[in-house]
T-cell receptor
Framework: QQQVKQSPQSLIVQKGGISIINCAYE??????FPWYQQFPGKGPALLIA?????SEKKEGRFTISFNKSAKQFSLHIMDSQPGDSATYFC????????????FGRGTQLTVWP | DSGVTQTPKHLITATGQRVTLRCSPR?????VYWYQQSLDQGLQFLIQ???????AKGNILERFSAQQFPDLHSELNLSSLELGDSALYFC??????????????FGEGSWLTVV
């Protein structure tokens, strides 16, 4: 059973546009929601993370929106750039067992000039 | 560069064989995690060690085992390999085993191909 469901599977966005990736989870005990970025041949790298006591977190062009009642969270990439082209994974975990991350299936983002 | 080192980067082996993947965590990190990434299952947590002791177990097959040594490096042993074990195996590390500002850093992975 997939604990975290992610959509879309792939996304093509024009340079300067907004990329939006959505995730949903079932386990209400999750209390840590990170997003990872993965380039080909590299391991996932932490991009931004949020805890459920806040509804939004922004770091530069990247924003997480969190809806606790709907058990959904999303990543918004503003002013998308070709260098943002990568695979993005949402994840969730119990804070006490941080290393056990439940990952979504990933979204392959392509930003074309 | 995350500071997590994995060897080998690529490995091709035959069914039924046994391989060992090695991981050196970031300097000072006490926790090591192993993940498997495949097209079928995505990124799946396998196992976690903290300062030499097993802390959490995920979807790890009985044919697989891991350990963390006193110098904190870790090894993932895969035996009786099957075609379906072909995947990218990631090691990750973090300073502690829980949250409190902890961050997990992933290595670049070991590509295993079973033929």
């Amino acid at each position: 059973q997939q604990q975290v469901k992610q959509s879309p599977q792939s996304l093509i966005v024009q340079k300067g546009g907004i990329s939006i990736i959505n995730c949903a989870y079932e386990n209400t005990a999750f209390d840590y929601f990170p997003w990872y970025q993965q380039f080909p041949g590299k391991g996932p790298a932490l991009l931004i993370a949020i805890r459920p006591d806040v509804s939004e977190k922004k770091e530069g062009r990247f924003t997480i929106s969190f809806n606790k009642s709907a058990k959904q969270f999303s990543l918004h990439i503003m002013d998308s750039q070709p260098g943002d082209s990568a695979t993005y994974f949402c994840a969730a975990s119990l804070g006490s067992t941080l290393g056990r991350l439940y990952f979504g299936r990933g979204t392959q983002l392509t930003v074309w000039p | 560069d995350s500071g997590v080192t994995q060897t080998p980067k690529h490995l091709i082996t035959a069914t039924g064989q046994r391989v060992t993947l090695r991981c050196s965590p970031r300097s000072g990190d006490l926790s090591v995690y192993w993940y498997q990434q495949s097209l079928d299952q995505g990124l799946q947590f396998l196992i976690q060690y903290y300062n030499g002791e097993e802390r959490a177990k995920g979807n790890i097959l009985e044919r697989f085992s891991a350990q963390q040594f006193p110098d904190l490096h870790s090894e993932l042993n895969l035996s009786s390999l099957e075609l379906g074990d072909s995947a990218l195996y990631f090691c990750a590390s973090s300073p502690r085993q829980g949250f409190s500002g902890n961050t997990i850093y992933f290595g670049e992975g070991s590509w295993l191909t079973v033929v």
